[in-house]
C-alpha cells in the first residue's frame, strides 16, 4: 500500500506564487507518475501536472504550462509543485495522486492512490 501525504496551498493574491508538496510512504516502488489533480467547486476534476518517476519525464496541463513546475526528489519519495503567476482560476482543491500505469490511463481515471488534499485559493 501507498499513503500521499501532502502540504502546502493557501491563499494567496493574484501574481503570487505557492508550493505544493506530496510524500509517498509504503510500497512506493510501484508508482510510474506522481503528480496533481485538482477540482474547483461545479467543475470536472483536471490533471494538472505529473512526472514520471523512473526518468523525471514531465505531463503539464495546458492552462498551467509556462507557470506551474513539477519536480521530486527521488531520495525522499517526495513531489513538489511550483505555481508561480497564479491566477483566480486556478482556485480549486488540488489533490496529489499517484498512478502505476501510463499517463493516458492516470489522466483518463485518476490515481490508484491519493492525499488528503490542499486548497489553493487566488483573488483578484
Known amino acids: 500500500q501507498v499513503q500521499l501525504v501532502e502540504s502546502g496551498g493557501g491563499s494567496v493574491q493574484a501574481g503570487g506564487s505557492l508550493r505544493l508538496s506530496c510524500g509517498g510512504y509504503?510500497?512506493?516502488?510501484?508508482?510510474?507518475?506522481m503528480g496533481w489533480f485538482r477540482q474547483a467547486p461545479g467543475k470536472e476534476r483536471e490533471g494538472v501536472a505529473f512526472?514520471?518517476?523512473?526518468?523525471?519525464?514531465?505531463y503539464y496541463a495546458d492552462s498551467v504550462k509556462g507557470r506551474f513546475t513539477i519536480s521530486q526528489d527521488s531520495a525522499k519519495n517526495t513531489v513538489y509543485l511550483e505555481m508561480n503567476s497564479l491566477k483566480p482560476e486556478d482556485t480549486a482543491m488540488y489533490y496529489c495522486?499517484?498512478?502505476?500505469?501510463?499517463?493516458?490511463?492516470?489522466?483518463?481515471?485518476?490515481?490508484?492512490?491519493w492525499g488528503q488534499g490542499t486548497q489553493v485559493t487566488v483573488s483578484s
Open positions: 509504503g510500497y512506493t516502488y510501484s508508482i510510474t507518475w
Open positions: 495522486a499517484a498512478g502505476r500505469t501510463s499517463i493516458e490511463r492516470l489522466l483518463n481515471d485518476g490515481g490508484d492512490y
Open positions: 512526472i514520471y518517476t523512473g526518468d523525471g519525464n514531465t
